[in-house]
């Protein structure tokens, strides 16, 4: 191997065009590919930049021509040479150097490389837990380079924005204590502390609130977040939060603020500009349209519902689910009627994943007729009425759901999204912002028979529905708000609870006595009764946002060093078992078992 000695880096591997023809330069980087073309020899030169083709021509210098024989994909390289024209006919316009090649005069091989476990070529299909095993590796290909600048540029972006808007970036505690936010802790066990444990923050949702107690008014964080889930695409143990908090707004502020924020980051990373202000639709809306809370508004196949249509009906499967407070849905899959019993199979199938105890569907063909194992149930008129409802046509092919409103939600929404993907009504070139506003602010947990708080036990209620917290909390909307992008949650926050009564009574309507409340919350309490001002914000997932931008499936595309989805590194082997000694000293039990 060989030092970089007196050459010195001049450009990287993207710099060079016809301008810099006749120049001396200097690049380093690793070898992509070799080609030999009949005694000279041809190296794409690779950096996080780009690639430059270097010529070897023992013309030029015989003896770097034959040292250059030996070169292979992944060797490290600082190669000294002048930049010329690439000869007519062969210049490459989908490469930012591809009117130019540098002629080598001087080459140093800075280190070699085993032949890489896959090539690095970003058209190669490559399993993922080989990839992440490799990541160094991984992150060497193009695509995956591109996409840590782009969330690079992102950062900074959102950086650059709300420093400009009066926010202050702020650091919270990573080891805090565990309070219930909604998913399980990682618990770090405290050495100094026996028996007591530290918890990760699934957020800084706290801290930021005792900021704004602090008078800081409007504070920052691109922040490390932590929960202990169950994971999928979109998720991961450890993931980066945006997060925000301000003193003295309402919602509107926060929309508005957020809007020019998200406007900033597009406009910064891709260059386009999404138009403002962005639609907003309730809960209640977007379930009823959508069957989701973050609802896909890139193509149409909306729920529309058939209470009226069939609640004195003569099918009894319907006529039973609405009578028992159920409901009964559908979806006009437009033009579909030509679905084979196959794929009305698969589709009824892929329902019962969500819950639906079968896929009931009918096909509406010439005149009007609906051929369907259900249509004999129903008489003309009640045919005649949801034809009419539903906007049917002959042609089309109706899907319905019946039960209760959580699985005919759960079931056509996602049935909505699988048609929407089969039939190429989805654009992926496309952003669809959206906001939902008026979460319920309590969900009724029937396992533990009493209320949960929707988003977390600090949001605040809407102040008109506030005498029902002692009459019928389930009915108590919050002031809660989340944006949707192309059907993925993006961000979510809420007008926080600022008077230390409204926060005891929440705690009380969702089973926290008095005594719990101090001992998990004391530090919160007080702070409220010592001047807390109005105050609100959001969190963005920054790992969600780039997978959208950059055009990504997973968000572990858009990661440096994720997880897999058992939460493990193929990597560094972690989680891994420790010594004895290191359990015995954090007073933990090496033998301990459930």
Known sequence: MESMGSLKRTHHCNAL??????????????????????????????????????????????????????????????????????????????????????????????????????????????????????????????????NLVLRHKASQAIRSFLNDNGFLEIETPVLTRSTPEGARDYLVPSRVNPGKFYALPQSPQLFKQLLMVAGMDRYYQIVKCFRDEDLRADRQPEFTQVDMELSFVEEEDIFAIMEGMITHLFRETIGYKPVTPFPRMTYAEAMNRYGSDKPDTRFGLEL????????????????????????????????????????????????????????????????????????????????????????????????????????????????????????????KKTFSFVWVTDFPLLEWDHEQRRHMAVHHPFTAPAEEDMALLATDPGKVRSRAYDLALNGTEIGGGSIRIHQPQVQRTVFATLGISEEEARDKFDFLLKALDLGAPPHGGIAFGLDRLMMIIAGRDTIRDVIAFPKTQKATCPLTDAPSTVARKQLTELSLRPDWKE
């Open 304 to 427: 529309i519902d058939l209470f009226t249509e069939v609640r004195n009906c003569g099918f009894k499967v319907f006529r039973d689910v609405v009578e028992k407070g159920g409901m009964v849905k559908a979806i006009n899959a437009k033009g579909c009627a030509t679905f084979s019993r196959k794929d009305l199979d698969d589709l009824t199938a892929y329902v019962g994943q969500f819950g639906a105890k079968g896929l009931a569907w009918v096909k509406i063909k010439e005149g009007g007729e609906w051929q369907s194992p259900i249509a004999k149930f129903f008489t003309d008129e009640e045919r005649a009425a949801m034809t009419r409802t539903l906007d049917a046509q002959p042609g089309d092919l109706l899907f319905f759901g019946a039960d209760s409103p959580a699985v005919v939600y759960a079931a056509l929404g996602e049935l909505r999204l699988e048609l929407g993907r089969r039939l190429g009504f989805i654009d």
């Open 17 to 146: 065009s016809a301008a810099n023809i006749g120049q001396e330069v200097t690049l380093m980087g690793w070898v992509l590919r070799r080609r030999d073309h009949g005694g000279v020899i041809f190296i794409d030169l690779r950096d996080r930049w780009g690639l430059t083709q270097v010529v070897f021509n023992p013309e030029i210098n015989p003896e770097v021509h034959a040292k250059a024989h030996g070169l292979r994909n992944e060797w490290v390289l600082a190669i000294r040479g002048r930049v010329e024209a690439r000869p007519e006919g062969m210049v490459n316009p989908k490469l930012a150097t591809g009117a130019i090649e540098i002629l080598v005069s001087e080459l140093r091989i800075l280190n070699q490389s085993q032949t890489p476990p896959f090539p690095l070529d970003e058209e190669v299909e490559v399993s993922e837990n080989l990839r992440l095993k490799y990541r160094y590796l991984d992150l060497r290909r193009p695509g995956m380079a591109d």
